[in-house]
């Protein structure tokens, strides 16, 4: 979407954050949805940079557990900003 109104995300080690703040400034998504999002990027953090092995099953069923709703809340978002 951001690609589409033609505004550019950075090509830092940060871009995935990026890309969420700018999605918010533009209203393509909420601040909420954003949120929720970041937990998800601070687990991808904690994978990629090595500490796979030290994973705790208590946090991680959570983040599992909520991806239906959460995808549900993506989709719903993407169809407003659609219409707008």
Do not use: C, Q
Request: hydrophobic share 40%.
């Amino acid at each position: 979407m951001l690609k589409y109104k033609g505004i550019s995300v950075s090509s830092s080690e940060s871009w995935h954050k990026d890309l969420l703040n700018l999605s918010v400034d533009h209203k393509i998504i909420s601040s909420e949805l954003s949120m929720k999002l970041n937990e998800y990027l601070a687990f991808r953090h904690f994978f990629i940079h090595g500490y796979g092995i030290m994973l705790d099953k208590e946090k991680l069923i959570p983040l599992a557990d909520n991806l239906p709703d959460l995808w549900k809340d993506f989709e719903s978002e993407l169809e407003t900003f659609f219409k707008n």
